[in-house]
């Protein structure tokens, strides 16, 4: 899909939201330190902020048992400098996002080891849309939205719906989602999010080096970035995987009741009950009924 | 000159013909307020002080009225999600008529443009076709089809009007071509009628119970008055029949058509569809495109079966038939089969509550719940995860989402 078009912004005032993961149980087995990551991630949003004074940022924290928002840069609080050096911007932001790991990590329960340990993705980005709805209805004149999720922990299958949703939505209301990935393996849905919303998404290869990777893919704004050479989505796979065993198939059954995806030819469908060719107001045997036999 | 000016803005202001003669007498200071007279939207409130009218407050009890209506019953209703929609089109002498302006068919083309869009939108997997009626006679625009664009350029080009309307004819054309669909589909009508008459061969009433036995589930849209073979037509199949008072109300009936209709369980057989997700063909590689007959380079689809180039989703292959989609394609009807409750309005007896901690921002957005007065304004809860959200939000989340930030953002264990 090509990038969100640029003729539509015809300015470089940006919105950044920011989706901060947090995830404790990614961040103990990570090779990069979530100090040195917050450094990182810093300097890049004071960047920003210096890009352009109309500029603002948002960041919503990712957490393991919930989400919140830590930090707005066009709120009263964050507008004044400290004595003409950094602006207040980092003290509130690591007092805020301190606070919210303290209250995440409280509302953990027992978990069974082995288990995935995803972050939960899909409220952030859900919240993220209703703040630049706000923005959106703040009037005509407004900075362009757009959301950057640095996102490390394993995709959590429960949530494709929710993700898939606000990846519509965002589309709908022409919001480019970009995506930093910094884990180890590979996340679907960050790559197809970027893909279906017209953002850029990138694996780093040297975590080291992340404040330059963000500020040189992620801190142009939309209207510029048809000037720039910004990675290309290579193989976005929108195959589909199957409901009974998780594979990734490109020749399907679907359900026509639910839209569920199957492998093999069922009688029945395991999500919604409906048997296959009879109508579903009969039970069992309909032997007077005409059998549709399923293309082949 | 300003009284016989202030007469005539009273009594001719509404209608659009004789703005320009109204307009032409007055002062210029005169003119910017024959539209907009804003001491109309000016209410009292209990104590007898002037404060404007809340349209913020007024469109948001429509909108709950609305989702009231809609989910009534309970809220997991099956929806027919595989639909294959005829929209028929009045072109009868009755659309030529100026009511709407332009004339009624202009009014009628354009919404139906946005609405192909949208229908295709929600509803990936489905297909459209477009039948005419004319001169009493009724053709087959376009055949049921998956592609919006053919549909609608098809249809920009025939829009003249003549002769009488015939809803048998119609109808009789389109049970035809919707026997011949497979069985698992959906079968609907909707028709956008303006005459006021039909001049039917034989009787409609054997073609509407033919429609009945057919499954169709018929719909009409009226744009001069309520016609009883309308509205009995749309009771017998199951469908909605409603009147457009005007063109924004005309836009808001034909766009509630777009979502999926509540299913009736026996009209559509259950059955297993063989569907073939195809990959993006590897960048620089050059195949022939069996939609356009032309060698094309790099971008496009390759049928996982016969291996032949398709250049957009969702599709059937030319070559085996196979229907192609993406998987957001099918997701993009989840929202339709997981739906989320709809949010309780926070009552003032709960608000002024001391024992109850209060929610000063949206959880959504941020925006502040309290009144400039700092008095809590209106909101509303979720009920299952019990945060609070604005209106605004509450519509956003409704309507375009289709996710509670608050249950996303909350783990169950």
Known sequence: MASAPSKLYADDVSLVVVLLDTNPFFWSSSSLSFSQFLSHVLAFLNAILTLNQLNQVVVIATGYNSCDYVFDSSSDLNRSFENGRMPVMCSSLLQKLEEFLITDEQLSKEEPEGKIKPSLFSGSL????????????????????????????????????????????????????????????????????????????????????????????????????????????????????????????????????????????????????????QAQSEAASASDKKRKTPET | MNNGAGRRINGAAEEDDDEDDVNGDLDAWERTYTDERSWESLQEDESGMLRPID??????????????????????????????????????????????????IAVIAKHVETFIREFFYQNPLSQVG??????????????????????????????????????????????GYLNQIPSYGHREVLILYSALSTCDPGDIMDTIQKCRKSKIRCSVIGLAAEMFICKHLCQETGGTYSVALDESHFKELILEHAPPPPAIAEFAVANLIKMGFPQRAAEGSISICSCHKEAKVGAGYTCPRCKAHACELPTECCVCGLTLVSSPHLARSYHHLFPIAPFDEVTSSHLNNPNCKLQRNCFGCQQSLLDPGNKPGPAVVCPKCKRYFCLDCDIYIHESLHNCPGCDSLRHS
């Open chain 2, 130 to 175: 477009i039948v005419t009626i004319k001169d009493g006679v009724a053709h087959c625009l376009t055949d049921i089809g998956g592609s919006p664009e053919s549909h609608i350029n098809a249809l920009m080009k025939k829009l003249e009007c003549s002769g009488d309307s015939s809803l048998q004819n119609a109808l009789d054309l389109v049970d």
């Open chain 1, 126 to 277: 859900s919240m993220a849309l209703c703040y630049i709805q706000r923005v959106f209805r703040s009037g005509a004149l407004h900075p362009h939205p757009r959301i950057l999720c640095l996102q490390g922990s394993v995709d959590g299958p429960e949530q494709y719906v929710a993700i898939m949703n606000a990846i519509f939505s965002a589309q709908r209301s022409s919001v480019p989602i970009d995506s930093c990935y910094i884990g180890s393996q590979n996340s679907a849905f960050l790559q197809q999010a970027s893909y279906i919303t017209g953002g850029v998404h990138h694996k780093p290869q040297n975590l080291d080096g992340l404040f330059q990777y963000l500020m040189t893919i992620f801190a142009t704004d939309l209207h510029s970035r048809s000037f720039i050479h910004l990675p290309k989505p290579v193989g976005v796979d929108f195959r589909a995987s199957c409901f009974c065993h998780k594979n990734t198939i490109d020749m399907g059954y679907i359900c026509s009741v639910c839209l569920s995806i199957f492998c093999k030819h069922h009688k029945k469908c395991s999500t919604c009950g409906s048997v296959f060719g």
């Open chain 2, 55 to 104: 349209n913020q407050a007024l469109y948001h009890s429509q909108y709950r009225r609305r989702l009231r209506s809609l989910s009534s019953t309970a809220a997991r209703i099956q929806k027919g999600l595989i639909r294959y929609l005829y929209i028929v089109i009045d072109l009868s002498r009755a659309a030529s008529e100026m009511d709407f302006r332009p004339s009624r």
